[in-house]
């Protein structure tokens, strides 16, 4: 980060020399594909190069592989994706990896973190709770921004779930009546039942909330569209509450984001406006536990006898270390 707020993006190794022979051998790698209205298969594509170049020259005991373009489609257009192209393209990147982990004869694990599945509405909890006087905000001249220590209660989202945290214990019973009289709140859990969800972690908040199946959690929190905090419009993961999958689209043209690159690149102040505020053109998420196992996650392995007959997530580390005769 420049001290001017410029920002220049790298790739960080250990040992750092590595960095230099990636980059020398595939290019940089391309942060546009990784988020964003661009986000697609050139992240994987460099990933899994990046990946089978390491595994051939150094042989790590242990190489992690994240292959992450599949679901930028699917969260864009739900059911309506080109699954059978996604697909190719991941089996593609992925043989990559498993080409080179058989040239060192290195044991495999595919795991997936979770299944993707449509969704048709946004479920605004952030503006409920504002509402219901609960959440504060702060107005001036970039929008208005989230009063995180004014407000009684506020949520950070995250897909299908929400963590609601209140600020005085007293009123958890008042914000939970407030939000679970919201359309395509599916579960509220507070308390003890958290540790049915596996949750019940002091970071976590005190009301979670599951959404209906075909719903999802997004996170503004103004009722008036010119009123957005200015940082709603662009890729800006660290200062919303909550994930925006609407950061995947692009609002404006192509055109539009060139001219502003070239303020950028002229050293003029600029602000790229690429993502749109209209959070019902998301088309699937993902979050709940899966009610088929169709829709749930994936984990193979090229040793079928070291795969429980019903494996969970929390499975994963002791099955890779098995692997590993540890």
Known sequence: YGSDGSKEFDILTEPPELATELKAKL?????????????????????????????????PTL?????????YDLQRFGDKADTERLVRE???????????AADVGAKVLVVSEYGI???????????????AGMLRVKPGPFGEMLDVYESAAFAVCDHQAAHVYVRDPADIDDALSVVVGVPGVGRATVGNDMADLGIDHENAGDIVLLSDPDAWFAYPYWLDDSQAPDFARSVDIHRKPGY?????????????????????????RYRFKSCPLD???VKGSHGLPARDPEDGPVLACDDASALPDAPSMMDVKALALCLMDL
Not at 90 to 100: H, K, P, Y
Request: hydrophobic share 40%; glycine share 10%.
């Open 63 to 71: 190489t992690l592989c994240y292959l992450p373009h599949l679901d």
């Open 117 to 131: 599945t449509p969704v048709s509405r946004p479920v605004y909890i952030n503006r409920a709770l504002r509402k």
């Open 27 to 59: 290019g940089d790698f391309p942060f546009h594909g990784f988020w964003g209205p661009m986000a697609g298969l050139p992240s994987s594509d460099w990933i899994s190069r990046a990946t089978a170049q390491v595994i051939r020259t150094k042989q």
């Open 244 to 268: 925006d999958p609407c950061e995947l689209f692009l609002a404006g043209s192509k055109a539009g984001m060139g001219l502003t690159l070239l303020r950028k690149k002229l050293g003029l």
């Open 279 to 281: 959070a019902s053109i």
């Open 90 to 100: 991941v089996d593609d990147c992925a043989g990559r990896v498993l080409d080179a």
